[in-house]
């Protein structure tokens, strides 16, 4: 039995496919949110326990883990959110946790370089302090692994004992994706097609480097008449519009907002664009190759190259190089890759196979003949 404490959006997509993946090898899964109404809870197809968390209160929220602990006994644990691991390592619950895995999603090092040095350097700090007392620790791509091990090798720490690092890819669900992109899609642009039609999906925030995108996109050729659509919400919005407007290019792109099916407009595109100064491993790009739409990504830290298998499945640019991306949009636009090889290639992040190497990581197995599996429900802390 396996006890996940869980985030929503992309990660709480990507854990909900996993997590059937777990139901169907016979795994039992517990489910610890925040709220009752988590907004996942919806797409999991399968019976799970569910338990309460308030990770906004640490006090309860240590009772409500140790009743939890007390009630459940999981055989492993898999926290996907920072504050989540620092619940897991309270002083509190020493000795009443089971093994402790941290699923890590994005590269922390080039995060923490967006603050400043002193702060970088104190949450760098904090962080590798935290990720050492776990049991286990998961990077989604090598290159977030590779940061880890980076960050765990510091010579400040070395007396302390450094946990496993493994390497586990995204499971991506190409039966859902495929079904949600053949649903229907107003939009005039798709419907008329006067040009091709350019996509990206994330939210508006400076490490999706949308900016970049728009410089790029500026310098198309005009002949093209292409048109670029982004999906997604973020306190950026307004500056990409005004950037939009002083590029002349206001007329030629939209900014969709948040989509709960980005899937048609990626798989209605002749070009999916992921132009990030860093992630962990981009899982808009993985569902677009999934769908057999053609990528172009800037060769971030970290995830993309790896995605691409080196630049086989899709150019790759430096990562701050708005003329180096135009002419990789440009060129792919001009000779896509076949679609069947693009899917082909995302063959890799199939779902049966991540559960296959959560579950050996994890060391879990099918459920004990003695345990009674409760159906989807909430369970409150026991009163004592």
Same mark, same amino acid.
């Given at each position: 039995?396996?006890?996940?404490?869980?985030?929503?959006?992309?990660?709480?997509?990507?854990?909900?496919?996993?997590?059937?993946?777990? %139901?169907?090898?016979?795994?039992?899964?517990?489910? =610890? /949110?925040?709220? !009752?109404?988590?907004?996942?809870?919806?797409?999991?197809?399968?019976?799970v326990a569910c338990f309460v968390i308030d990770l906004e209160q640490l006090k309860q929220a240590e009772v409500q883990l140790l009743d939890y602990l007390h009630q459940r006994r999981p055989d492993a644990i %898999?926290?996907?959110?920072?504050?989540?691991?620092? =619940? /897991?390592?309270? !002083?509190k619950l020493t000795g009443q946790r089971p093994f402790t895995a941290f699923r890590i999603g994005t590269n922390v090092p080039e995060r923490l370089k967006r603050n400043s040095p002193w702060t970088a350097a104190w949450n760098g700090w904090r962080l590798t302090r935290l990720y050492r007392q776990a049991d286990l620790l998961i990077g989604n791509s090598s290159g977030v692994s590779?940061?880890?091990?980076?960050?765990?090798?510091?010579?400040?720490?070395?007396?302390?004992?450094?946990?496993?690092?493994e390497t586990i890819l995204n499971p991506v669900d190409n039966e859902t994706i495929a079904r949600l992109a053949s649903e229907p899609i107003l939009h005039p642009w798709l419907k008329q097609k006067p040009g091709p039609i350019i996509v990206s999906v994330g939210r508006l925030v400076r490490a999706k480097h949308f900016g970049l995108l728009l410089r790029a996109f500026a310098l198309l050729p005009a002949a093209l008449d292409a048109r670029l659509m982004i999906c997604g919400q973020g306190g950026q919005h307004d500056r990409l519009q005004a950037l939009a407007t002083r590029l002349g290019i206001a007329d030629r792109i939209e900014l969709l907002g948040y989509q709960p099916n980005p899937f048609r407009?990626?798989?209605?595109?002749?070009?999916?664009?992921?132009?990030?100064?860093?992630?962990?491993?981009?899982?808009?790009?993985?569902?677009?190759?999934?769908?057999g739409t053609p990528c172009v990504s800037t060769d971030c830290p970290s995830g993309a190259r790896e995605i691409l298998d080196d630049g086989r499945l899709g150019p790759l640019v430096p990562v701050d190089d708005p003329v180096a991306l135009a002419e990789a949009m440009r060129s792919v636009l001009e000779k896509p890759l076949p679609a069947e090889q693009l899917r082909a290639g995302a063959a890799r992040f199939d779902p049966h196979h991540s559960a296959a190497r959560y579950a050996e990581a994890l060391k879990l197995s099918a459920p004990r003949p003695e345990m009674n599996v409760p159906e989807l429900g909430m369970s409150e802390?026991?009163?004592d």
């Open positions: 039995m396996i006890g996940f404490l869980k985030g929503s959006g992309g990660i709480g997509r990507v854990m909900t496919t996993l997590m059937e993946a777990l %139901l169907e090898r016979g795994i039992e899964i517990d489910l =610890l /949110l925040p709220s !009752p109404t988590h907004p996942d809870l919806s797409e999991i197809r399968g019976e %898999l926290s996907n959110r920072d504050r989540s691991h620092r =619940l /897991l390592m309270q !002083p590779a940061a880890l091990q980076r960050m765990l090798s510091r010579r400040s720490m070395q007396r302390q004992p450094s946990p496993r690092i407009y990626v798989a209605a595109a002749d070009l999916f664009v992921c132009s990030s100064l860093f992630e962990g491993s981009s899982n808009a790009l993985i569902e677009a190759l999934a769908l802390p026991r009163a």
